[in-house]
């Protein structure tokens, strides 16, 4: 019944986010970290990939068909989720990388500002469902 009741809400999916800006975090800090590595060839989560994915889950969820959103991240290989990388495209440096350190930090910036978007969003939720626990509703 519980599972039930939170499937219903954006816990799910709110959590599916933080896993993915958790993953893409480790990805962008080694892209800065091997930034003067030769020939090192940046890597990526795609956001589009994934808010695609994570779209078409959602929407099979509403529609009854009810895969499970919580177990996407963590599926055996070959899950749609875990084949999202694909590479930047940037210009090549004298060493061979392709790694621009203002685009990483600012692509590092941006998957912050996600991830930092869903853990408020999931607070609130979680405030909610205190409230209609407890039922302390004030008006």
Do not use: C
């Amino acid at each position: 019944m519980i599972d039930q009741l939170l499937g219903s809400t954006t816990l799910p999916a709110l959590e599916e986010s933080l896993r993915f800006t958790e993953a893409r975090h480790e990805v962008l800090a080694g892209n800065i970290a091997n930034w003067s590595t030769p020939d090192y060839e940046v890597r990526d989560l795609s956001v589009t990939e994934f808010q695609q994915r994570l779209k078409e889950a959602i929407e099979l969820q509403q529609s009854y068909q009810r895969p499970s959103i919580r177990g996407l991240s963590r599926s055996k290989r070959g899950d749609p989720l875990r084949e999202v990388r694909q590479s930047l495209k940037t210009i090549r440096y004298h060493d061979g990388s392709n790694v621009g350190l203002e685009q990483q930090v600012t692509e590092l910036v941006k998957n912050q500002l996600m991830h930092n978007t869903a853990i408020t969003l999931l607070q609130n939720q979680f405030r909610m469902l205190q409230t209609a626990i407890s039922g302390n509703i004030s008006v």
